[in-house]
């Protein structure tokens, strides 16, 4: 059996089960008023997944988090509503609880009915790993080190390492019987820093081991120290990853370099990935195998920049491959645009990764270029994957170029450590350098340059027609953050780092002690100078740059400025007006651009 997440159209995506056997499907789950968002197996009877409601709700109205058993008996609701912290036009996928499990794991636990849920209450910094039983909602904290935000679990439920944050440190633990044993004591951007992986009778950690790039080690508990030779190590990336287990012993390493691979330490499953990449060359194909499999079947997940995601399974006893279902099954591939890892000097003689595309069917010269800037670098990379923003541009006749700008993590310590501090400043550098690196190329048209972006890549757009007015002809910001000081006052922006346990003061500047740093770089203190052509899109009900922001930017910008646009959002953030929404704002995008920097 596979769970998929399905949509239909007018209905909200929920839960398929399909019956690999007869290829039956049946439906598990869908709710009228929320989203399906996660899905995986509990056992082979059960799964859980996450739903998330798009409006505030009272926190007994309805759960979050859910378990049934796989022919939809036995639904349990196991934990208060998900609320989704959405922007007024977010893509459908994307969702931020408020209240709920920020993540949800699981090991094979001898067929257990057990979850793990890692969870942290809004306002309260510290955050707990509890055993959930997915029957009877019986919860038990694990026991771990003050202040962990990171666990290792063996597959009896007992926390086996953890990280702690210990003031302006962060330490690893391991077990030792009843207690713990200190075995490294770190900053968070130490070259020397470890972050714990997997235990199956081995300690696997990520660490920089003194150099530039992470990469996978064993640890070595006796000797309190990394083993000597990586495990998996790249000379240009970060190896970050998830191991695969069938359960009982670890058999590979998805990481991701220019693109997403699986490092197979197991020969069977390294041979598999063989001769489905061969039938599938031009994707990233993931593929999966059932815990306690008895069938040949394995699960593929095939994407690209070009193709949306494909779900097929393999059949290894006939060599066959069939398709059970298509992500977007209305976008054709062929006429989709191709993408590609390139890197370029920044004034300082930083190499900066970035992800350039090219519309289909043009020559490489003299294009259009939109430079778009990530949301939020600081807490991931951009991908080789379908990107539905990019390819709208490309499809209309643009180069886009996606800048991976210093602060972004995936490239090695010093490209991270680049970044502290630098809003406005470096991280502003590589924006604008993008673009020239792009004209002397000869690929972009430097007449007709424009920069576009959401939240940090938002701010990064105003900043740009700001500090390089010469180069952006044009500026979209939607939902962009407009003050730094301003950012720090919502609650969102005062929590640490989820997934690098790094607080924003320290990769940001903090808001009293840089005050007068924050003001040069503010595009609502400098609107002054913003004499370009802008639009600004806002939400009333987007709680994470609220709306009143936008507003008075363009109050501030419009009375020297008639090119400046603004649109307002007035909805409460339903599925279907976000979905409206989207449309609208692109169509005002292209609209803009096209009077700005047309591609035609």
């Known amino acids: 059996m596979v769970a998929m997440r399905l949509a239909s159209p007018g209905k909200r995506p929920g839960i398929a089960i399909v019956n690999l056997a007869d290829n039956s499907v049946r439906l598990l789950a869908r709710f009228n008023d929320a989203d399906v968002q996660s899905i995986f197996w509990i ?55 408020e209240f709920a499990p920020q993540s949800v794991g699981h090991l094979d636990l001898q067929n257990s009915d057990y979850v793990l849920v890692r969870s942290q209450i809004e306002g309260d910094p510290e955050m ?120 009982k012993r670890m058999l590979g390493l998805r990481i991701e370099t220019d693109a997403e691979s699986t490092v197979w330490f197991d020969q069977a499953m390294k041979a598999l990935q063989a ?3 061969a039938l599938l060359p031009a994707t990233v194909n993931r593929i999966s195998r059932g815990v306690r499999s008895v069938t040949p079947f394995i699960l593929v997940d095939s994407y690209s920049p070009r193709h949306p995601g494909q ?3 393999y059949n290894r006893d006939t060599k066959k491959l069939a398709s059970i279902g298509r992500a977007l099954p209305d976008i054709v591939p062929e006429k989709m645009a191709e993408t590609e890892l390139v890197r370029y000097a920044a004034r300082d003689g930083l190499k900066v990764p970035a992800y350039l595309t090219l519309p289909l069917g043009k020559p490489a010269k003299k294009l259009p270029l939109i430079v778009l800037v990530g949301a939020n670098p600081s807490e991931g990379r951009d991908h080789w994957s379908w990107d539905s923003n990019v390819q709208f541009l490309a499809s209309r006749g643009y180069a886009v170029i996606q800048p991976q700008v210093r602060g972004t993590p995936g490239f090695g310590a010093a490209h991270v450590n680049a970044g502290i501090g630098q809003w406005g400043r470096g991280m502003q ?41 010469d180069l952006f002809r044009c500026a979209v910001s939607y939902s962009g953050i407009v003050d730094i000081g301003m950012m720090f006052k919502n609650d969102w ?104 920097i047309g591609s035609r």
């Not at 798009?54 to 036995?74: C, I, K, L, Q, W």
């Not at 790993?129 to 439920?157: C, I, K, Y």
């Not at 350098?433 to 990064?460: H, M, N, S």
């Not at 989207?582 to 995008?589: G, Y």
């Open 43 to 97: 056992n082979t009877k059960r799964l859980a997944y996450t739903v998330t409601y798009n409006v505030a709700r009272p926190a007994d109205d309805g759960a979050g988090f859910y378990a049934a058993d796989s022919d939809g008996t036995r639904g349990v609701g196991l934990q208060p509503a998900v609320i989704a912290r959405r922007s007024f036009a977010e893509s459908e996928g994307f969702a931020a609880p």
């Open 128 to 247: 707990t790993l509890t055993e959930l039983h997915t029957r009877n909602n019986a919860q038990n904290p694990l026991s771990a080190p003050h202040g962990s935000f990171n666990w290792v679990v063996d597959s009896s439920r007992r926390v086996q390492a953890a990280v702690a944050r210990e003031g302006a440190k962060h330490t690893l633990y391991i077990r030792n019987d009843f207690s713990w044993r200190k075995l490294a004591s770190f900053a968070p951007l130490a070259a020397d820093a470890v972050t714990p992986l997997l235990y199956d009778g081995t300690l696997y950690v990520q660490s920089r081991n003194g150099g530039d790039r992470l990469g996978v080690y064993t640890y070595e508990i006796a000797a309190g120290a990394l083993a000597k030779a990586p495990l998996v190590a790249s000379p240009d990336y970060d190896i970050e990853g998830s191991f695969v287990s069938d359960g």
């Open 275 to 277: 001769e489905i990449d």
């Open 311 to 313: 779900v097929l399974i």
């Open 429 to 469: 550098d590589d924006v604008a350098d993008a673009a020239r690196w792009a004209i002397k190329q000869g690929t972009a048209d430097p007449e007709r340059v424009c920069v576009v972006g959401t939240l940090f890549g938002g701010y990064a757009a105003l900043m740009g027609v700001i500090r390089d007015a």
């Open 493 to 596: 922006a005062d929590f640490p780092s989820s997934g690098r346990g790094l607080d924003r003061k320290l990769l940001i500047g903090d808001p009293k002690a840089d005050k007068d740093k924050f003001i040069a770089v503010s595009p609502l203190h400098q609107a002054a100078r913003i004499q370009r052509p802008v639009l600004l899109a806002y939400g009333a009900e987007d709680v994470r740059v609220p709306g009143k922001h936008g507003k008075m930017l363009f109050d501030a910008i419009k009375p020297h400025n008639p090119q400046a646009e603004f649109h307002w959002f007035d909805d409460k953030g339903q599925a279907p007006s976000l979905e409206g929404n989207r449309v609208e704002l692109w169509t005002r995008i292209e609209q803009f651009l096209d009077r700005h």
